[in-house]
């Protein structure tokens, strides 16, 4: 577990230095991180990235922690329902970090069969709150830096 959070942190932490450009492609799985120079969706697998010496390499959804794809990343976060962490994970897209904290974006099919996202608030793993109509505006403020 030390060796995940730590590729974690590392991660973030090159991630944060090179904010508002593209740094390239990458994935983590539980063994190895990879550097690619192209990343995309694939058939038979659920992602198929490009080495810098032009081999490919396939990679199973269960075998993926994390990966950043065209300068979005998406980690594999507990799915939340009724403001409690479920035993199911999926990738949500990391949208903002400050503090340790991570709003992470759920795009997800609502029961109406309507595409729809909800934005939450995750440390250290664990689930924190769920943005919503009465702590939006003051959520928004904090990761934005606007709050005093």
Do not use: P, W
């Amino acid at each position: 577990m030390k060796k995940v959070l730590t590729f974690i942190v590392l991660v973030f932490l090159s991630t944060s230095l090179f904010a508002g450009g593209n740094d390239g492609d990458f994935v983590q799985t539980d063994e190895n991180f990879y550097y690619l120079k192209t990343l995309r969706y694939g058939v038979k697998s659920f992602l198929v990235g490009t080495l810098e010496n032009g081999e490919k390499i396939k990679f199973a959804k269960e075998d993926v922690i994390a990966f950043k794809k065209d300068g979005e990343r998406f980690d594999k976060v507990a799915i939340v329902k009724d403001n409690v962490c479920t035993d199911n994970y999926c990738f949500m897209q990391l949208v903002a970090y400050k503090n340790s904290l991570k709003v992470y974006k759920h795009v997800y099919y609502g029961t109406d069969g309507e595409l729809t996202s909800r934005h939450y608030v995750f440390k250290n793993e664990q689930f924190v709150v769920k943005f919503d109509r009465e702590n939006k505006e003051s959520l928004l403020a904090f990761f934005e830096g606007s709050n005093k």
